[in-house]
């Protein structure tokens, strides 16, 4: 069975950090763009961060450039998303997700999707 598995999240607060893991079965991550999106309460799903399969390029959401990190380790067929200084905004369940090819921007352009991960930030 080919999925993609979500971990790391849970509650922290204001100004902590988590790590976010996604891991691969069944498929191996190495020749896929990663992206981690997520969606809050009553919001649309919006991308966070993306990663290009060989690691050379990375992207990050205005709202979160400077605190996140993306990252991969193939060997592990696994990506990472680094969150520190953690807000309230940040608040939503993050889903990781495999695009061959196309918009790296759009949600609708990707194969896999994990269950997502929830990510409450909180005092």
């Known amino acids: 069975q080919l999925q993609l598995v979500e971990s790391g999240g849970g509650l922290v607060q204001p100004g902590g950090s988590l790590r976010l893991s996604c891991a691969a079965s069944?498929?191996?991550?190495?020749?896929?763009?990663i992206g981690w999106f997520r969606q809050a309460p009553g919001k649309e799903r919006e991308g966070v961060s993306f990663?290009?399969?060989?690691?050379?390029?990375?992207y990050y959401q205005d709202s979160v450039k400077g605190r996140f990190t993306i990252s991969r380790d193939n060997a592990k067929n696994t990506v990472y998303l680094q969150m520190n200084s953690l807000k309230p905004d940040d608040t939503a369940v993050y889903y990781c997700?495999?695009?061959?090819?196309?918009?790296?921007?759009?949600?609708?352009?990707?194969?896999?999707w994990g269950q997502g991960s929830l990510v409450t930030v909180s005092s």
């Open positions: 997700a495999a695009l061959v090819g196309g918009n790296w921007l759009d949600p609708h352009d990707y194969k896999y």
């Open positions: 069944g498929f191996t991550l190495d020749y896929y763009v």
């Open positions: 990663i290009s399969s060989s690691s050379k390029t990375t």
